[in-house]
């Protein structure tokens, strides 16, 4: 999927699959975007008569939010955010990363991370969704952000409704937004250490207890040793 | 706009004129006023940090975070059908509706399609948690002007819609009921009449509200010409819903960009604009858009097609990789969710936009210079639920 995303490859496959009126408008989006911003467009990915996904460049996140919001005439601002592609450590079974530890099994090797749509080359990726009431037409951009220094620039001088948003993600993601005047948290006490929504911060909840989803029937109440360990919990 | 530049060109040369009697240099470092967290203005746990001169704001800075329950987090350690039960406590109000984007986007990246009957009755109770929101936010408007009997009646007008959508789901305020593939239940018997009955009931409620509340001249004094945002701010700031339409921008996700799923292009029916953008207009957007839900709810119920309830879903539910993005026109604004799957049983990550997040980010820029009574008005008519902030 993703591989296959990358540049102009994406856009001759999905002309062929179906002749939808919407693609070429789709496609129109991804070349003008391209001539505005050149080489810093990095990858694109249309699902026909539906949406776009185009990926730039850290370094033309504002000129590409510019490029968006002036040439295309997408002033509608829907949300600002970012995706951890690390794999999950909370796996859908009860073999996942997360339920090895708690068992005291040996952990098993994590699968490769595999980024989405339009690409991706690092760990963090900002996105953000913008629209044209007049055309009615949404644009998702992303940008990659290296591990090392995760900072991107502002949107609040385009869009003033990203300065929440960026607040957000600021937190939750440890991602910093160069030129916001007031990054603050938004939602967590002053003094939170960690940042939330990546992928390795252990969702505590999740970790004391095993996955509930694949057996949900629960042990009845006085049966066998789960009452007599109880029992000498409380005695000690 | 001329009555908040006449204000303040009041209240300036009020003051040069105190300044000339005093005849010395009068300074005061103004005042910080805590509006809320526990504020009946603020539906939940929200704090406004109001920096006041005398009697008008300097600046207004909410403060969030209270109820803030981890949702996108918790999303995923949660297999798909599983989320639906969290994410009805976003906007506890119109629980139906959070439920169906994330459902649609679950259905559009396993390309299924619910079967033309559960979309009807998807649709219906969309609506239904439409008026059932609405229907409070203008009792709670009455009773933050001091019109209190407005309350009494949305809370007792408002029952009808709950009974309604308690009959078809099972829950008053949490239906859960939105499946991926079409609906839990089909309607029970003799629902389709009882409902007309209570669009009947809901209507001659807006008649009231429009009555004593919205026609009252202390209620027009008090919210137009207040609180004004321009389009170009409405957009900026992404709010939406009723607070987009009245600055104007005629825009209604439901007629232009509806996901497929839900049936608005089979009923007729008006998207209300005002061009004030003031207190007023967001008020009265609402009342005629539960109106209009009305309708639609009397249409919808007279086309119900016959057939399965539910399409072809396997037992366990995997969504292939990919990610989509899903918004639609809930009973607050434009609520949507970007769900990223890789495959899993669980989603990788979702991204929920919420409408009162933006509605309520324009609260500095909306509340600069307004007096301090006004800024209960203005939060009161952008109408936010705490859960839809926090999520």
């Known amino acids: 999927m993703s591989s296959a995303d990358a540049g102009t490859q994406a856009e001759t496959t999905e002309a062929e699959a179906e002749p939808i009126p919407t693609d070429e408008r789709r496609e129109a989006l991804v070349e003008s975007l391209r001539a505005e911003l050149g080489d810093d467009l990095v990858g694109s990915h249309i699902r026909p ?23 295309l005439g997408c002033t509608y601002f829907d949300f600002l955010s970012a995706i951890d592609w690390l794999p999950s450590p909370f796996g859908r079974d009860m073999d996942s990363q997360e339920d090895l530890v708690v068992h005291g099994a ?15 080359d690092t760990r963090l990726q900002v996105f953000a969704r913008v629209s044209s009431l007049e055309h009615r037409v949404g644009v998702t951009l992303k940008a ?3 591990d090392a220094e995760p900072s991107i620039d502002s949107w609040i001088p385009l869009y003033a409704g990203a300065n929440w948003h960026e607040r957000e993600t600021w937190e939750m993601f440890g991602i910093t937004f160069v030129g916001h005047p007031h990054l603050i948290h938004l939602y967590l006490p002053g003094d939170f250490e960690g940042y939330p929504l990546r992928k390795d911060f252990p969702l505590l909840a999740r970790r004391v207890k095993p996955w509930p989803g694949i057996v949900d029937v629960e042990a009845m109440p006085g049966g066998g040793d789960d009452e007599s360990d109880e029992g000498e919990g409380a005695s000690e | ?32 006023l805590n509006i809320g967290p526990q504020h009946p203005a603020t539906h939940g746990t929200l704090r406004i940090v109001a920096k006041l001169d005398g009697e008008q704001v300097v600046s207004a800075e909410p403060v969030a975070g209270y109820m803030h329950r981890g949702y996108e987090k918790l999303t995923e350690v949660r297999t798909y059908p599983q989320v639906t039960t969290l994410v009805n406590r976003i906007d506890w109000l119109g629980s139906f509706a959070n439920e169906v984007p994330f459902i649609l986007a679950a259905e559009k990246l396993m390309e299924i399609e619910a079967p033309p009957r559960a979309q009807h009755i998807r649709t219906i109770l969309f609506e239904l948690s439409r008026i059932a929101n609405i229907s409070l936010f203008l009792g709670d408007l009455g009773i933050q002007l001091g019109g209190l009997s407005v309350g009494f009646y949305a809370f007792r007008d408002r029952e009808f819609v709950l009974n309604q959508i308690e009959a078809a789901t099972g829950g008053r305020f949490h ?28 209507r001659a409620f807006c008649d009231e509200v429009e009555d004593i509340l ?16 321009p389009p170009e701010i409405a957009k900026s700031y992404g709010l939406s819903g009723p607070n987009l339409r009245g600055s104007g921008i005629d825009w209604d996700l439901r007629r232009d960009m509806c996901p497929p799923g839900l049936v608005y292009d089979k ?41 399965p309830i539910m399409a072809k879903v396997p037992r366990i539910i995997k969504v292939p990789e990919g990610e989509a993005w899903v918004a639609t026109e809930n009973p607050l604004g434009e609520m949507g969710y970007y769900v990223v799957s890789k495959g899993d049983l669980v989603p990788f990550r979702v991204k929920i936009r919420s409408a009162s997040f933006n509605n309520v980010s324009v609260v500095p820029w909306v509340c600069r210079g307004v007096y301090v ?19």
């Open chain 1, 49 to 71: 008569g539906d949406d776009v996904w185009v990926r730039v460049s850290r370094d033309a996140w504002r000129a590409a939010g510019d490029a968006v919001k002036h040439k």
């Open chain 1, 106 to 120: 040996e952990p098993k090797e994590p699968a490769p991370m595999v980024a989405g749509y339009a690409g991706g």
């Open chain 1, 144 to 146: 990659d952000l290296p």
């Open chain 2, 1 to 32: 706009m001329t009555a908040i530049s006449d204000r303040q060109h009041l209240s300036e040369l009020a003051a040069r004129a105190a300044d000339n009697r005093l005849n010395v240099d009068f300074e005061s470092e103004g005042m910080t």
């Open chain 2, 175 to 202: 239906p859960n009921f939105d499946r991926i593939g079409g609906l839990k239940d089909d309607l029970p018997k003799g629902w389709i009449a009882e409902t007309h009955t209570a669009m009947d009931k809901l």
């Open chain 2, 214 to 229: 919205i026609g009252n001249e202390i209620f027009q004094k008090r919210t137009r010409g207040v609180g004004i945002i």
């Open chain 2, 267 to 307: 009923v007729d029916w008006k998207v209300w604009t005002h061009p004030d953008g003031d207190s007023f207009a967001r008020s009265w957007i609402r009342l005629q858009e539960t109106r209009e839900a009305t309708k639609i709810v009397d249409q919808l119920l007279d086309s119900i097609p016959s057939g």
């Open chain 2, 373 to 391: 009574p006004d800024v209960i008005t203005i939060l009161a008519s952008l109408y936010f639920i705490l859960g839809d902030i926090d999520r």
